[in-house]
């Protein structure tokens, strides 16, 4: 299992994350301001091409924070928008160089060929300061 500090991420963060059949992928653990969450709470689901809504993607508790795996869900391709110089899209959350979808910042599909949201890999808050994966 891989733990990972949650203090002091104030963004996006890109964390290799020890998955189920021991590979390795890239997760994206972001810190969302107040009014990205409110500007995100209240987005109908039924819109969206992967209905989900806000608390579908956040855990209980810890309603600030998104937790994704940070590939693309339709051509296998890293995502764009973890670094602070990265394009974000055009909803601030992640774009795809390889094929051009967007993701909302929770990780919802909201354009391009995929048709389906984010990953969530399995994780669990320890605390207020500490993620493990797995």
């Known amino acids: ?26 997760c994206a653990v972001c810190s969302s301001p107040p009014q990205q969450i409110a500007d995100n709470e209240y987005i109908v689901p039924d819109t969206l091409p992967d209905p989900a809504s806000y608390t579908d993607r956040v855990k209980p508790g810890y309603e600030s924070f998104v937790v994704v795996v940070g590939l693309n869900t339709g051509i296998s391709c890293e995502l764009l928008g973890n670094s602070p110089t990265d394009p974000r899209g055009p909803f601030d959350g992640w774009s795809c160089p390889c094929d051009g979808s967007v993701y909302d910042p929770l990780g919802r599909v909201r354009g391009g060929p995929a048709r389906k949201n984010l990953a969530i890999p399995r994780f669990t808050f320890l605390s207020d300061t500490q993620i493990q994966f797995g």
């Open 1 to 26: 299992h891989t733990l990972m500090a949650a203090c002091g991420i104030w963004n996006s963060v890109v964390m290799p994350a020890t998955m189920a059949a021991g590979s390795s992928r890239a």
